[in-house]
């Protein structure tokens, strides 16, 4: 799966802030994960946008999972 991340999220400071993106393309990865938290079917999100792949949504999903493994979360006062 190490491989799958590395060819498909990306990140270039030149891209969307620096954000994470699939494939180099203006697609946060934060927005795969948002249409997907919305109820969007894997399906009907490379329906929306063509120039998605499956691997690439699969991707952004496994990446979200490499982050969410954190030790400890720390609660920020206000």
């Known amino acids: 799966m190490t491989e799958l991340l590395s060819e498909r ?3 270039d400071t030149n891209i969307c802030h620096g954000k994470p993106t699939i494939r180099g393309l203006r697609y946060p ?3 795969i ?3 997907l938290g ?3 079917s894997v399906d009907e999100i ?6 998605l792949e499956r691997e690439d949504i699969m991707a952004a999903l496994e990446f979200a999972s490499r982050l969410a493994k954190v030790k400890r979360i720390e609660i920020l006062a206000a």
Not at 46 to 51: I, K, N, P
Request: charged residues 30%; without cysteine; hydrophobic residues 45%.
């Open 9 to 11: 999220i990306t990140i």
């Open 29 to 31: 990865v934060e927005n």
């Open 33 to 35: 994960l948002e249409w």
């Open 38 to 40: 919305s109820g969007m």
């Open 46 to 51: 490379l329906a929306d946008y063509e120039d």
